[in-house]
């Protein structure tokens, strides 16, 4: 029974197709209204369609002018991208040539000092170089020798005029009536052995530098109730040899040997000779002198030091005289005599002939 009903209904659909193909009879009556909504009909068609093709063709219009914009605004899109990129890479640039700009600026200001420098040195050469042709001028002339005579000269006068001031600021005099224990030489007893041969005896008791005698205690006579007042004039005495002797040394232009410090009645002297160890080998005794340049600095005191490093300093010092006096090519008194050497070397440079050397 199930089967059935399927059946049925196609039947069904077919009859009532049947029933819609066939033709419609209108009556004449009515043949008139129905060819009037035939014609409405129709016309509302062809307005429909009209309708339709005008939506068609103006949404088509549309639909090209939205795509022509969505292309637009990608190009658009695109071309502010590579805008940005452009900009950061402008502002790198940009960054990129301050950093030059300030580097280029340091170099011209340097360059600049460099060009005046330059300029300051160019100018000082060519007034060396003038100077120095001016000089050769003076030196291959026929009166070259007149002419180094004539600043020899000056320059002799000059010396002897700053000395001069020396000895009056320190001025060495005889004094007669010195007793024994205040020379010089009384610390030691082999006095002759000391005066070279062809030198003058001076009694160096009898020199004072300024008023005060140059005095050294003997051994066999220092002991706790020394005067200390003699000591301190002795010291004093000392600076005061020491400080002419480095003005003399300096207006002659002559390095020291052994070089001074001065302070006053607390003055030192310098020895850069190194202490040898007689324990060693020559070899190392040699290098190590070589590589020790530290000075030692002896007193030129008595006065709480060892008596034998401040005669000892007294040595080095009248070592400095000879050296002076050797330069302008006069003889020492002897290792013992220093008052008697500054008062030598004082009236040798003060005298005519120094001038005329």
């Not at 066939?22 to 409405?40: F, G, N, T």
């Not at 940009?94 to 950093?99: I, P, Y």
Request: aromatic share 6%; charged share 25%.
């Amino acid at each position: 029974m199930e089967s059935q009903k399927p059946t049925v209904k196609v039947q069904e659909e077919k009859q009532k197709g049947q029933e819609d193909q066939k033709p419609k009879v209108i009556e004449w009556e009515d043949y008139e209204q129905e060819l009037a909504r035939l014609c409405s009909l129709t016309s509302a068609l062809d307005e429909a369609k009209r309708r339709k093709n005008n939506l068609e063709q103006k949404l088509n219009s549309l639909i090209q002018v939205e795509a022509q914009t969505l292309s637009w605004t990608n190009e658009l899109n695109e071309m502010h991208e590579k805008l940005e990129s452009r900009k950061l890479v402008m502002g790198n640039m940009s960054m990129h040539s301050k950093v030059v700009e300030e580097k280029v600026r340091k170099q011209e200001e340097q360059l600049s000092s460099e060009i005046r420098s330059l300029l300051v040195a160019g100018a000082a050469l060519s007034a060396a170089n003038k100077r120095m042709q001016d000089s050769n001028r003076s030196l291959t002339g026929e009166k070259s020798c007149v002419h180094l005579k004539n600043l020899q000269k000056s320059l002799r006068l000059r010396q002897r005029y700053m000395v001069s001031q020396v000895s009056l600021l320190y001025p060495v005099k005889v004094v007669i009536g010195r007793a024994p224990e205040q020379e010089l030489e009384s610390f030691t007893s082999s006095i002759k052995s000391g005066v070279p041969s062809g030198s003058k005896h001076v009694d160096q008791g009898s020199l004072t530098i300024l008023g005060l005698h140059l005095t050294v205690i003997p051994f066999t006579k220092m002991s706790f109730f020394t005067d200390k007042k003699e000591l301190q004039r002795s010291s004093t005495a000392l600076g005061y040899v020491a400080h002419a002797v480095s003005l003399i040394a300096s207006y002659l232009q002559v390095p020291l040997r052994y070089p001074l410090r001065i302070g006053g009645s607390r003055s030192y002297i310098r020895d850069y000779a190194p202490a040898i160890d007689h324990s060693m080998s020559s070899s190392d005794s040699y290098s190590e002198s070589l590589t020790s340049s530290k000075p030692v600095e002896f007193p030129l005191f008595i006065e709480g030091q060892d008596f034998t490093r401040a005669a000892y300093a007294m040595f080095l010092l009248n070592k400095d005289l000879e050296q002076l006096l050797n330069f302008i090519g006069v003889k020492s008194l002897g290792p013992r005599h220093v008052l008697a050497n500054l008062k030598e070397l004082l009236r040798t440079i003060l005298s005519s002939e120094y001038i005329e050397m």
